[in-house]
């Protein structure tokens, strides 16, 4: 059984180099030095199961291992700050370092310790950063002398971690759910019970109003001078708030220019805005016209291909006269629109939720992080 007891002889000053009964502080090179990954060029790179770990993590496998696992290892040019920890025998490549020598530390304890302490801050030349080993060989990180408290505190983390992957995970299947049940019931492949009927194809000026004369954009020094409550909206999102309204109504807004619209498939083009909001000149405001479902009109377009509407030029741009061109496809019934919305409203929310629990997830790991690699709070 873990127990939790407060260490009363932590220093706030530096979370790395605290002095805590049963604790010592040692430079990393003591602790478990890092060494510089292997070449290893693609065309060389054999069918394997090996993987092979660069700075940014595992991205190809080998079918053969330099390094028997456990292993630990951070980038060391490019991409730095990550550190991976890999269980099986790996190959490190030339763009990482890995740990050579453990020192009788846990692997997965000093994982965590190098992951809490920021590799990135030892970053050195410029352009392309590249880790300064002998900078990060010198940084003093305290750490428990018994093992056992090391094992303790990487399995309370481990266990931190399992559900953040679990939720990912989750988040990961209902999104495939959300965007398989968008295809069929948008497209009327799949009916609701209790539907029937052809659908139609209709351009967005017969059933939406355009609303941009509402639009004034702000710059960045008069927000600063009016301060407020009231989202302040552009392409992709809320940007400020200000003091001041400019519309107070339940609205879409899709992407004028700067939009994701490259990515539609995964990143949304169009988000939905409900009550007293500003709006700049970057988005399009529209609003569903009384014979039509807004929720309806929101999922018909927050991730559509409108690509051949944009005008072309160094900044892509969806010009109010070709985004009235653009055709949906929808049931002639309003009740069946606004069923099929409620559908996908409710993975939206259940979505939601799940996104809330994994926030709450990663901060609780990160408080974690903060007390137990820090001897703030000592596992018994």
Sequence with gaps: MVTVSSAAQVSPEDDCTIQVCGWRSLP??????????????????????????????????????MVKGPGVVTGRSGTLGKVHY??????????????????????KFVYYVYSYIGFQRFASGSGVPTLNRN???????????????????????????????ELEALI??????????????????????????????SAIHEIADCLDNLRVPLNGAQR????????YCGANGVLDFVD?????????????????????????????????IWVNNHAHILKAKAHFDNDFLFFSLVHKNILPFLASGTRAKLNKSEMNKITIRHPQNK???????????????????????LDKARQIKQGMMQELLTGRVRLV
């Design 86 to 107: 890999v269980e099986n025998d790996f190959w490190p490549h030339n763009t990482s370092l890995w740990v050579t020598n453990f020192n009788g530390n846990i692997p």
């Design 135 to 165: 900078d990060a060989h010198s940084f003093e990180v305290s750490l428990p002398s018994s093992a056992a408290e090391q094992q303790a505190i990487a399995e309370a983390l481990s266990d931190a971690d399992a559900l953040i992957e």
């Design 224 to 231: 600063a001078g009016m301060v407020g409550y009231y989202p």
């Design 28 to 65: 990393i090179r003591n602790v478990a030095p890092l060494q510089r990954g292997f070449d290893l060029p693609n065309s060389q790179v054999q069918t394997g199961d090996v993987p092979i770990v660069y700075s940014n993590g595992i991205e190809r496998f080998h079918n053969r291992a």
């Design 335 to 357: 009740d069946e629109q606004k069923s099929i919305a409620e559908v996908l409203n409710s993975i939206e929310l259940e979505l939601d939720a799940l996104g809330s629990r």
């Design 172 to 201: 990961a299947k209902k999104r495939a759910i959300k965007q398989s049940a968008m295809q069929d019931l948008l497209s009327g492949c799949k009916r609701l019970p209790g539907f029937s009927g052809e659908w139609l194809d």
């Design 244 to 276: 001041g309204y400019c519309l107070d109504d339940d609205v879409i807004l899709m992407a004028e220019d700067g939009g994701y619209f490259d990515e539609y498939e995964s990143r949304p083009i169009a988000y939905r805005m409900s009550g007293k």
